[in-house]
């Protein structure tokens, strides 16, 4: 069974940071490229950051270049983990984010690449 749990999420203030986690489990995912989109309330979900399945190829949003930077670990004890090291918040980074896990192998900002979907994790940046 495939399973995508995220962790890390919470409140802090601007200018601060948070590191997201997702742990993938249930298949051989080092194949699989990753990545993170999130929603905002009132809003339709969008894409932040990819990564390629050996981790040479990295996408990210406009809106969040030079802040957030996105990593993986592929396949410690089958667990295969992204992450999502997000700096310099700002009120607009305020969602509910979610990792994803596609087939395609590469950096997709299209959330239709992607497979299988974590829960979210909620962070909140207060001004």
């Known amino acids: 069974q495939v399973q995508l749990v995220e962790s890390g999420g919470g409140l802090v203030q601007v200018g601060g940071s948070l590191r997201l986690s997702c742990a993938a489990s249930?298949?051989?995912?080092?194949?699989?490229?990753m990545g993170w989109f999130r929603q905002a309330p009132g809003k339709e979900r969008e894409f932040v950051a990819a990564?390629?399945?050996?981790?040479?190829?990295?996408?990210?949003?406009d809106s969040v270049k030079g802040r957030f930077t996105i990593s993986r670990d592929n396949a410690k004890n089958t667990v295969y983990t992204v992450y999502l090291q997000m700096n310099i918040l700002k009120p607009e980074d305020t969602a509910v984010y979610y990792c994803?896990?596609?087939?395609?192998?590469?950096?997709?900002?299209?959330?239709?690449?992607?497979?299988?979907w974590g829960q979210g994790t909620q962070v909140t940046v207060s001004s």
């Open positions: 994803a896990v596609g087939g395609g192998g590469l950096a997709y900002a299209s959330a239709s690449r992607y497979d299988y």
């Open positions: 249930g298949r051989t995912f080092s194949s699989y490229g």
């Open positions: 990564i390629s399945r050996n981790g040479g190829t990295t996408t990210y949003a």
